[in-house]
Nanobody, 122 residues
Framework: QVQLVESGGGLVQPGGSLRLSCVASGRTFSMYSMGWFRQAPGKERAFVAVINWSGGWRNYSDSVKGRFTISRDNAKNTVSLQMNNLKSEDTAVYYC???????????????WGKGTLVTVSS
């Protein structure tokens, strides 16, 4: 069993930056690929980024590529999402996920966090 707790959400102006973190419980953290998803108001949950167990492989949605960076620290059971040049359309609840690397294509999430709200507005 893995429990995921996100933090770092908040209100930021367009063009600003924010860093989300997700801390995982359990000693098996390094076995999982970790990812971030988001759900904007009135829309379905969508893939944002994924990183494999070693950190050697990363994948991003086209909408965030070049602006967001996912990273992980297996010693601290933490995965982070650095978000730069934020836009109003990035406003959403952001969820941390643990599972397989195939979560990038719609399957393989075994555990979800409860989410943290990011609002991009002037």
């Amino acid at each position: 069993q893995v429990q995921l707790v996100e933090s770092g959400g908040g209100l930021v102006q367009p063009g600003g930056s924010l860093r989300l973190s997700c801390v995982a419980s359990g000693r098996t953290f390094s076995m999982y690929s970790m990812g971030w998803f988001r759900q904007a108001p009135g829309k379905e949950r969508a893939f944002v980024a994924v990183i494999n167990w070693s950190g050697g492989w990363r994948n991003y949605s086209d909408s965030v590529k070049g602006r967001f960076t996912i990273s992980r620290d297996n010693a601290k059971n933490t995965v982070s999402l650095q978000m730069n040049n934020l836009k109003s359309e990035d406003t959403a609840v952001y969820y941390c996920a643990a599972g397989s690397y195939s979560m990038a294509v719609g399957n393989g999430v075994e555990y979800w966090g409860k989410g943290t709200l990011v609002t991009v507005s002037s």
